[in-house]
Nanobody, 123 residues
């Protein structure tokens, strides 16, 4: 059974950094792409970044490019999202998801989701 579990969200001041984790079970990294999305209060869920875990290729939306980075730890079957230079507008629940294949694609293609981890950026 495929499961994704996020962790690492917390309260952080503007300009701060965080590392979010997405630990997968039921499949091994290298099989499925892992994407990160976020859902901010009053807004629709939006995509931010994705990694093809077979090739290591990464993709970022303009809103996070240059500030967020994806990496993976194959031994721990975990994908990380490194958030830098955080802004209050980054406050959201962050979710990881997979389309069940190794192609980074849009939100509608995701078939497995974690339950999310809350990031609050505030002084």
């Amino acid at each position: 059974q495929v499961q994704l579990v996020e962790s690492g969200g917390e309260l952080v001041p503007p300009g701060g950094s965080l590392r979010l984790s997405c630990t997968a079970s039921g499949f091994s990294l290298g099989s499925f792409a892992i994407a990160w999305f976020r859902h901010a209060p009053g807004k629709e869920r939006e995509g931010g970044s994705c990694m093809s875990t077979a090739t290591g290729s990464t993709y970022y939306t303009d809103s996070v490019k240059g500030r967020f980075t994806i990496s993976m730890d194959v031994a721990n079957n975990t994908v990380y999202l490194h958030l830098n230079n955080l802004e209050p507008e980054d406050t959201a629940i962050y979710y990881c998801a997979t389309p069940g294949n190794d192609y980074c694609s849009g939100i509608l293609s995701m078939i497995y989701w974690g339950k999310g981890t809350l990031v609050i950026v505030s002084s």
